[in-house]
């Protein structure tokens, strides 16, 4: 698994990247330092359940059906608001529209070209929603989609994201989670049994 | 003391506890309070009965039969029998003990989710058919709530994000 995943990792941050950079005309580099596997009920220390995140939900649906999901904690969001809209740095207290609109562009951004590359490389159709934006909690939030799969969904995986906007790293979660059968055939295909 | 009860959970405190629900969307917490006993019970429940959830979306699929558990306390309906089992057995009586209503919403509003409505108003029937006064509401909208049950009080406060 650690082979391919990383092949897909490594091309869907760099087309992220490129495609984030022409979004914002400044260059930006989006790294994955870790992605795995985990229970849903191991997403709870992922994040304070309480914690205020901005959170990018995309439902997916073809070969395999689920939901993707950009968080980006408070703080990060507000400095990355800055940064899409051009506002001077530590600006953003409250997000406007247009901060809401941009972000769930990067949550485009990185959940598009994440399954493009997954897709390809797994041979499986998955077509992705208009993505719908929350700026709440975070357990509000990621729980309101695992209810949505009821039973369904028992494991997500969850890919840590690095956006170096420099001299800013600004840190994020990239969560998909797909339905228990096709969870198994993903992984299974991904060479882990 | 507080107590944290996480998704699908149930848990009965006495005397001095707090019981404490955080991030809380479409999921609806449930608490009960005998406040001459004081005791409480907090479910913090996800989907209002299996029958309207996993089996009407499923009707084909076999798990239905064999994953059904009657205390599955991830459920609204089975999770109020087994507090008011817990609660009883603790030595609350019915007739005293009070409800309250908290979570409920749709965090996502351009998707339309019926998840927490369905929550709100399954638990409200089936507290009315289980002849349990339900006492106070905090339910429904589009935010996030945090709550703490004070035990001995009976009192619930509920934070949202403004």
Redesign the interface.
């Known amino acids: 698994m650690q082979e391919k995943l990383k092949e897909i990792n490594k091309q869907a941050a760099m087309n992220a990247s490129m495609a984030l950079s022409k979004l914002i005309n400044r260059p930006v580099g989006i790294e994955i330092p870790r992605a795995e596997v985990k229970r849903v ?1 191991e997403l ?1 220390p992922l994040l ?3 914690e ?1 995140v901005a ?1 990018i ?1 995309l ?1 997916v649906t073809g070969d395999i059906k689920g939901a993707a999901l950009l968080v980006i904690p408070k703080e990060s969001a507000f400095t990355m608001s800055d940064l899409l809209v051009k506002r001077k740095p530590g600006t953003t207290r409250k997000l406007t529209e247009l901060d809401e609109s941009a972000l769930k562009e990067v949550g485009n951004i990185i959940s598009g070209n994440y399954l493009t590359i997954l897709s390809n490389i797994l041979q499986v159709k998955v077509i992705e929603h ?1 993505p ?13 989609i ?3 799969f ?2 369904k969904v028992d494991k997500a995986l969850v890919i840590e994201l690095e956006f170096v906007f420099k001299p800013e790293i600004l840190k994020g979660y990239f969560i998909l989670l797909f339905e228990v059968e096709q969870f198994k055939a993903l992984i299974g295909s991904l060479g882990e049994a | 003391m507080d107590r944290e009860v996480h998704m699908g959970e149930i848990e009965v405190a006495k005397d001095d506890e707090n019981l404490v629900a955080s991030g809380i969307g479409s999921c609806l917490v449930i608490t009960f309070c005998d406040p001459k006993q004081k005791i409480g019970a907090l479910a913090h429940t996800m989907l209002p009965a299996r029958r309207m959830s996993f089996e009407v979306r499923n009707p084909k699929d076999e798990r239905r039969k064999t994953n059904y558990k009657s205390s599955d306390t991830r459920y609204a309906d089975t999770a109020i029998d087994e507090m008011l089992k817990r609660i009883e057995a603790l030595g609350a009586k019915r007739e005293n003990i009070e409800a309250k209503l908290i979570g409920g919403a749709n965090m996502f509003p351009a998707l339309k989710s019926d998840i927490g409505e369905d929550n709100i108003s399954y638990a409200r029937e089936k507290l009315k058919s289980a002849g349990i006064k339900l006492v106070g509401e905090c339910v429904g909208g589009s935010q996030g709530r945090s709550m703490e049950f004070f035990v001995p009080s009976g009192i619930v406060t509920v934070k949202m994000k403004f």
């Open positions: 009920e709870r304070g359940l309480g205020i959170g939900y439902p208009l719908s934006f929350s700026f709440d909690m975070f357990g509000a939030i990621v729980s309101q695992i209810v949505e009821a039973r």
